[in-house]
């Protein structure tokens, strides 16, 4: 059975400081990752994506995320964080018929 | 752009009360979904529609239905609500690409007493 999750409920990190956001996964053929930022009261928007091939992958806002096979995980970071990157993100796993499911999420506080 | 529209945004519903959530979509999409967001539990697929004409069991499809009625709209139905489908509902779409985006729309959130 396929699954993802996302260890840390919470992260509070300072503005300006590296944000790193862990996402492991569980599925038996190469999988289709991504992750999703969702601002308070709005839907969720895709940041990047992992389908194959160069298993750095970048994305929208600055962010980045390395896939690692070897250690079944897909995390998200960014060098140095603004006070608009606080947000709740999800990662997520995908089939080829476009199906997708969510890992619980990550809150991002960014303090001053 | 409109993007994904969701109505009605706010809903409070009695136990045993009926309603439908409607979501449309302008961008031709061939797939649409539908996922209920529970603190704690991430997003979970309640139904999706490959096509039009198609619809198929999410996750936690008990206690809903749903009907696309033309490539633009799928609506989601609650014929007898219950509290525990006191949650927040998102519609998306997907392209024929299947890449993995959806666009989602901007939710609505409904509470059941």
């Known amino acids: 059975a396929q699954s993802v999750t996302q260890p840390d409920i919470h992260i509070t990190v300072s503005e300006g400081a590296s944000l790193e956001l862990r996402c492991n996964y569980s599925?038996?053929?190469?999988?289709?990752l991504f992750w999703y930022v969702q601002s308070p009261g709005q839907g969720l928007q895709l940041l990047l994506k992992?389908?194959?091939?160069?298993?750095l992958v970048q994305g929208i806002k600055g962010f980045e995320a390395e896939f690692k096979r070897s250690q079944s995980s897909f995390n998200l970071r960014k060098p140095s964080v603004h006070w608009s990157d606080a947000a709740e993100y999800f990662c997520?796993?995908?089939?080829?018929?476009?199906?997708?499911?969510f890992g619980a999420g990550t809150q991002v506080v960014v303090t001053p | 752009n409109a993007g994904v529209t969701q109505t009605p945004k706010f809903q409070v519903l009695k136990t045993g009360q009926s309603m439908t959530l409607q979501c449309a979509q302008d961008?031709?999409?061939?797939?649409m979904y539908w996922y209920r967001q529970d603190p704690g539990m991430g997003l979970r697929l309640i139904y999706y529609?490959?096509?039009?004409?198609?619809?198929d069991k999410g996750e936690v499809p008990n206690g809903y239905n749903v009907s696309r009625l033309n490539k633009r709209e799928f609506s989601l139905r609650l014929e007898s609500a219950a509290p525990s489908q006191t949650s927040v509902y998102f519609c998306?779409?997907?392209?024929?690409?299947?890449?993995?985006?959806?666009?989602f729309g901007e939710g609505s959130r409904l509470t059941v007493l």
């Open positions: 599925y038996g053929a190469t999988p289709y």
């Open positions: 529609s490959a096509s039009e004409g198609t619809t």
């Open positions: 961008m031709n999409h061939n797939s």
């Open positions: 997520a796993l995908g089939n080829s018929w476009g199906k997708l499911q």
């Open positions: 998306a779409s997907m392209g024929t690409s299947h890449t993995g985006e959806l666009f």
């Open positions: 992992y389908f194959s091939g160069d298993t």
